[in-house]
């Protein structure tokens, strides 16, 4: 895999992440970091914000290498690891008060004999 697959493939991920469990709406990893900075776990936007810089080089300046493949995994990951447990994002909060309304509606309306 190059330094270009790489970084990309990375990128794609986490901006995933980003656009799913903390709701960010935007054109990239930077954009999408700011969307969502105030809901981002801890030391994560610093991290978030480098992968987006590496993305941006590879793809732009002639003949940029990662300095080491290995480092910009090894921080992917934590990143992914982080957005991943960090709870369940904003929306999914809102998901999962929606579903249980419908829920506790849907008994009470039962126990009345509405069904």
């Not at 493939?9 to 986490?14: E, F, I, K, Q």
């Not at 469990?21 to 981002?40: M, N, P």
């Not at 921080?75 to 579903?99: D, I, N």
Request: avoid cysteine; proline fraction near 3%; glycine fraction near 12%.
């Amino acid at each position: 895999m190059s330094d270009i697959e790489l970084v990309i493939t990375w990128s794609r991920r986490l901006e995933k992440l980003l656009a799913t469990r903390y709701g960010a709406r935007g054109k990239g990893l930077h954009a999408l970091t700011t969307a969502a900075r105030h809901r981002l776990p801890p030391n994560t936007e610093p991290g978030l914000r480098w992968i987006a810089t590496m993305r941006n080089k590879v793809l732009h300046d002639d003949g940029f290498r990662l300095g080491s493949r290995r480092d910009f995994a090894k921080e992917s990951r934590r990143l992914q690891r982080a957005l991943g447990s960090a709870g369940t994002g904003l929306l999914a909060k809102a998901r999962a008060v929606v579903v249980l309304g419908l829920f506790l509606a849907g008994i009470w309306g039962f126990s009345r004999g509405f069904y």
